[in-house]
């Protein structure tokens, strides 16, 4: 027989936890530690206050003496709101106000389930008491035993001789026992006595005191630390300390000891300015170079800002400084890696409308390693108006900009340049193609002043250049279905054509203030400037041709994608980057009556087997300009095999103001052993030195609970002359190392271990193993 009990008011108290579970999802759902019993589903509307005090008692027989004791037996569920309580056995109270319930005990909420030996439940001090406790966080990994678990009167958890682990039950690769651990439910955190972190059966440390996170809040606290050994830096020892200062503000604090070099501290300070804005400054200090001959202190700061302040403003800000030109290449900073060489220094406040903007801006850049300044842009201001479809479909633009150029050297030339570019453009678009016809304007006004001292400088006080600009380009759609190798595609074939004509006139009589030769590839053929910035704007009256064909499968996937173009000179142009008869030694660019044919290709060469590279080359020479190609086996997730080369020629070494020639090749693989274990690796070998540029090699073992990652580093490295070194100092040209990184999930580690930040850890980066920046 079963008795149903519907009564108005509460009888139990509320066994509300604290949410003790991280709420950020779990990316593999198969880490998700599921109880052994289903979750519960409430019987009624839980927004509705009164069906939340209402409570329901299900169970096979009863006894009921009206105002004192019922007692329930046999597949007892006694529930209220989004709590429900199953038992063989319970006892109600109502003199003592007191529920007991025994026998195959589970207690259950929409946050978690805790199967029991017996619970005793007060509802006067609205606490409950669950000996013989094991507990699971519902949809978490987090799960424990407790000889005994309190619910107190303010809904705080108290557990008594127990433990908790991210790891399957049945096999726990480490656990946390503790004599007590206290869980506040309106701090969400948990504090942890008397405390050893088992790992594979093996207590490894004792902790007399510690807190943890049980839900996404920020807690102060050391976060994991790390290990590592290399020739430069010796044995390394890094542990950071979180300190959650407010809401909006927080701070980390890392101590990293080098046994080569002595203590390294960092400090990284992160604010949020408001719903929209933030940034963070920091501050890494190193006393006395244990490696460097009377070595000054080392350091670096930085800060970087962002955000909206309105719907219409917008701010960015970001600044960078360190102590010597060999910082990024001795030291592990947080800030850029070591093949990182410049250091922006920009500042920028912007208004945006829906047809214009305004900003103003201020940047300095500097280079480590390098003699030569670059100019500092203090300030630019930029207006830029757009009328799209002003006039029967004809688009009308306005950019716009004024730009102080200065120098912290007082023998560089200052100027401030006006540059005005209005344009009309026309553009048909449709399935079968698009036809763009484009008119500009180009309006440039120089005010120099000439501090070369150079007799036979060219730089004039006033500059006043006009020059027109036409363009038009064009483009057919051609499409087919068609079969290649008994498989079935849709090929689309896509020719297109483009006329240039930019006036010419001598710009000599201006100088180099933030203008550079743009790299060379397929898409830039069909560019309408041949160099950044306006300091030269190259003459041209040209055509360039292009063709586009790209095959899809049946699955709408392209599968095959290849380019060809080249541009063809009517008339060749005379303007070079630099004057060719001037003093500067400077690159110049050749001018002919063709350029390199460019060609990109994209293509699954068969099932998981994957082809790309691009070619430029120099019929009229019969030279290869320049050349990168990779093949790739990637048959799934995490499984990668890649053989890659390049080859550039006549690259300018600015350091020395010579060419160089670029010939590599390169391989890199990430294969899982098992189910956890992955093993990383990657070589890159110069031709033309005949030696290894880098090696790494890489194991990491990532389970549900834990993650470990082994890896060995051997890469060249880029050392400057500092200005004041001894020249005793020798660095070395080579640097090796071993690294260790350990991750206990659940005990607030400082992150997870992946296989994608392996591929992307050194020198060339997965997927841009051939990205050269000229």
């Not at 027989?1 to 990316?27: C, G, H, K, W």
């Not at 203090?378 to 716009?400: I, Q």
């Not at 120099?448 to 250049?465: P, T, Y």
């Not at 049946?554 to 599968?559: D, F, Q, S, T």
Request: net charge negative.
């Amino acid at each position: 027989m079963q008795i149903r009990y519907f009564l108005a008011l509460s009888l139990l108290p509320q066994l509300v936890m604290a949410n003790e579970a991280d709420t950020t999802t779990v990316e593999n759902t198969q880490c998700i530690i599921e109880p052994p019993v289903k979750p519960y589903v409430p019987l009624y509307d839980l927004s509705n206050p009164v069906d939340l005090e209402r409570i329901s008692i299900v169970s096979d027989s009863s006894e009921a003496q009206m105002g004192k004791q019922a007692k329930f037996n046999g597949n007892v569920s006694f529930s209220q709101g989004g709590r429900n309580v199953e038992a063989d056995e319970a006892i109600l109270d109502q003199e003592a106000e007191e529920l007991a319930a025994n026998g195959n005990l589970v207690f259950q909420d929409t946050l978690f389930t805790v199967t029991a030996d017996s619970l005793v439940a007060k509802m006067r001090t609205n606490s409950a008491i669950l000996l013989g406790a094991k507990y699971w966080l519902n949809g978490q990994q987090i799960n424990g035993d407790a000889s005994k678990l309190e619910i107190t009167k303010d809904n705080n958890l108290l557990l008594s001789k127990t433990n908790f682990t991210t790891c399957p039950p049945q096999s726990p690769s480490w656990l946390l026992e503790a004599d007590e651990i206290k869980i506040d439910s309106t701090e969400e955190w948990g504090e942890i006595w008397d405390a050893k972190l088992v790992v594979g059966g093996v207590p490894v440390m004792y902790i007399p005191y510690m807190t943890i996170p049980v839900s996404d809040k920020r807690k102060s606290g050391f976060l994991f630390p790390s290990f590592s050994t290399s020739t430069t830096n010796g044995v390394e020892v890094e542990v950071p300390y979180y300190w959650n200062i407010a809401p909006e503000y927080d701070l980390t604090f890392t101590p990293n000891y080098m046994s080569n070099r002595g203590l390294f501290t960092k400090t990284e300070f992160r604010y949020l300015g408001g719903e929209q804005q933030q940034g963070q400054l920091n501050f890494e200090f190193l006393a006395d170079d244990d490696k460097l001959t009377n070595s000054p202190n080392r350091y670096l700061y930085h800060w970087e800002h962002s955000g909206a302040i309105n719907k219409n403003w917008r701010v960015q800000a970001s600044f960078t400084d360190v102590s010597d030109n060999n910082y990024f290449n001795d030291l592990s900073s947080d800030i850029q890696n070591t093949t990182d060489n410049q250091m922006t220094r920009i500042g920028e406040i912007t208004y945006f409308e829906e047809n214009w903007d305004i900003g103003a801006r201020v940047q300095d850049i500097k280079v480590l390693g390098e003699e030569t300044r670059p100019y500092q842009v203090m300030p630019e201001v930029t207006f830029n108006y757009r009328a799209p479809e002003s006039w029967h479909g004809v688009d009308f633009k306005l950019n716009s900009e004024i730009t102080n150029f200065s120098h912290q050297d007082s023998d560089y030339s200052t100027a401030t340049r006006l540059h005005i570019e209005p344009s009309i453009s026309y553009p048909i678009h449709g399935p079968a193609g698009s036809i763009t016809s484009e008119v500009k304007l180009l309006q440039t006004n120089y005010w120099q002043d000439d501090n070369s001292g150079l007799a036979d400088s060219k730089l004039e006080d006033s500059v006043s250049r006009t020059l027109p600009q036409v363009r038009v380009h064009g483009q057919i759609n051609f499409e087919r279905f068609t079969n290649y190798f008994n498989t079935n595609y849709r090929q689309t074939l896509a020719p297109q054509a483009q006329y240039l004509y930019v006036g010419y006139e001598d710009q000599s009589n201006i100088g180099i203030y933030d203008t550079a030769n743009l790299q060379d590839d397929y898409n830039g053929l069909f560019r309408d400037r041949r160099f950044s910035g306006l300091d030269r704007i190259a003459d041209a009256n040209q055509f360039t041709l292009g063709l586009t064909t790209k095959l899809f499968d049946e699955h709408n996937k392209e599968v095959f994608k290849f380019s060809i173009g080249q541009i063809l000179y009517l008339e060749d142009s005379r303007v070079a980057l630099y004057d060719v008869n001037s003093s500067v030694d400077a690159f110049v660019q050749d001018n002919t009556s063709n350029s390199a044919l460019a060609a990109d290709i994209r293509t699954q060469l068969y099932s998981d087997w994957y082809f790309s590279g691009s070619i430029q080359y120099d019929a009229k020479e019969s030279e290869n300009k320049k050349t990168e190609v990779s093949i790739d086996y990637r048959p799934g997730e995490n499984k990668l095999l890649q053989t890659s080369y390049r080859y550039v020629p006549d690259l300018l070494n600015t350091n020395t103001n010579e060419s160089v020639d670029i010939k590599q090749t390169g391989l890199r693989a990430a294969w899982p052993i098992n189910d956890g274990l992955y093993v990383i690796g990657n070589w890159y070998y110069d031709l033309n030195e005949s030696r290894s540029v880098e090696t790494y090699a890489g194991f990491q073992y990532e389970s549900c609970c834990w993650a470990v990652r082994l890896s060995y580093h051997y890469r060249i490295k880029t050392n400057y002359v500092d200005e004041g070194e001894p020249v005793n100092d020798t660095r070395e040209l080579f640097e090796s190392g071993v690294y260790l990184n350990f991750v206990i999930k659940g005990l607030g580690g400082s992150g997870t271990l992946g296989v994608s930040d392996m591929l992307d850890d050194g020198l060339f980066n997965y997927r841009k193993p051939l990205y050269l920046k000229n």
